[in-house]
C-alpha cells in the first residue's frame, strides 16, 4: 500500500491506495488542524494497514514540519515530492523550475503519463490554476488565478453588506437576491473566465487541447466546457501514487 499527503493552502488529502485504486482518504482542513490528532490518527493507519511507501507534497511549509515530527516520532520513512522532482525528468519551457508549484508538476507528469500531449489542466483549488502540456509534450506553462473560495471570503471581508455564500452551480444568469447575485456572478463568471482561457491558449498555441478538471469544485463545472475527458477531485494524488510507483516502490 501507498500512502500519499497532499498539503494544499485549504485542505491536506491524505489517500491510501491498495493496488492503484484509492482504498481510504481522507480531506483535513488546514484551519482545522491538530498534530496531536494527526498523530493519534497515523498510528492507528499504520498499525492497521502494512503501508510500505508514504510521499508528501506541500505548498505550506508549516504544515509540511507538523507531518515530519509525527512520521519521525512513529518512526516511519517518508519521501518529499521536492526531492523526488529532481530526479523526475519533465520537458518544460518554464524558465524557473523551481518556481514551479508541486501540484502544478504533479498534475502535469500524471497527465502526460496517461494522455501524452496536448492537454490543459484546470485545478479549482485555493488558486485556479491552468496549466498547458503542449502538442509536443512539453510542459508550456500556464495561468493562475483567484480561486473560488478565496475569492469569495474577499469579497465579504472587502465589504460592508455582501454576505459570504456557499459556491453552487446555478441554472439562472441574472439573481433574484443578493445571495443568487453572488452565486452567479461565482459561477457563471468562472465558467466565462475558463471558457475564455481555453479558446485564447488554442488560439496562441494553434492547438486543439483536450480538458481535465480537478480539484474541489471539479464537480460543479460537469458539462460547462468542450472537450473535457476527465473530472476528479482526486487527480494530484493518484499523480503521486503514480509517482511512488515509478520512482519510490517497496514490496
Given at each position: 500500500m501507498n500512502l500519499t499527503i497532499d498539503i494544499g493552502n485549504t485542505n491536506v488529502m491524505i489517500c491510501i491506495f491498495k493496488n492503484n485504486q484509492i482504498f481510504k482518504h481522507e480531506k483535513v482542513n488546514v484551519v482545522n488542524f491538530s498534530k496531536k490528532n494527526q498523530y493519534a490518527f497515523f498510528k492507528k493507519l499504520f498499525i492497521k494497514y502494512k503501508i510500505f511507501n508514504v510521499l508528501i507534497s506541500s505548498v505550506v511549509p508549516r504544515i509540511s514540519e507538523d507531518f515530519f515530527e509525527i512520521f519521525n516520532s512513529l518512526n516511519v520513512d517518508f519521501f518529499q515530492i521536492k526531492n523526488l522532482l529532481k530526479i523526475c525528468k519533465l520537458k518544460t519551457n518554464i524558465k524557473n523550475k523551481v518556481s514551479i508549484g508541486e501540484d502544478r508538476l504533479i498534475n502535469v507528469m500524471y497527465a502526460k503519463h496517461i494522455y501524452v500531449k496536448s492537454i490543459v489542466i484546470i485545478d479549482f483549488g485555493t488558486a485556479t490554476t491552468v496549466d498547458v502540456l503542449d502538442k509536443n509534450g512539453v510542459y508550456d506553462g500556464g495561468v493562475i488565478t483567484p480561486g473560488i473560495e478565496l475569492s469569495l471570503k474577499s469579497l465579504q471581508m472587502g465589504t460592508a453588506k455582501l454576505p459570504l455564500v456557499n459556491f453552487k452551480k446555478t441554472n439562472s444568469i441574472v439573481g433574484r437576491s443578493t445571495k443568487e447575485a453572488?452565486?452567479?456572478?461565482?459561477?457563471?463568471?468562472?465558467?466565462?473566465?475558463?471558457?475564455?482561457?481555453?479558446?485564447?491558449?488554442?488560439?496562441?498555441?494553434?492547438?486543439?487541447?483536450?480538458i481535465i478538471l480537478t480539484g474541489g469544485n471539479a464537480k460543479c463545472f460537469k458539462e460547462c466546457f468542450k472537450n473535457v475527458i476527465e473530472i476528479d477531485e482526486f487527480f494530484n494524488s493518484k499523480g503521486l501514487n503514480y509517482l511512488t510507483n515509478t520512482y519510490l516502490r517497496k514490496s
Open positions: 453572488i452565486q452567479s456572478g461565482f459561477f457563471w463568471g468562472y465558467v466565462s473566465m475558463i471558457q475564455g482561457l481555453i479558446e485564447k491558449i488554442q488560439k496562441e498555441k494553434k492547438s486543439k487541447f483536450k
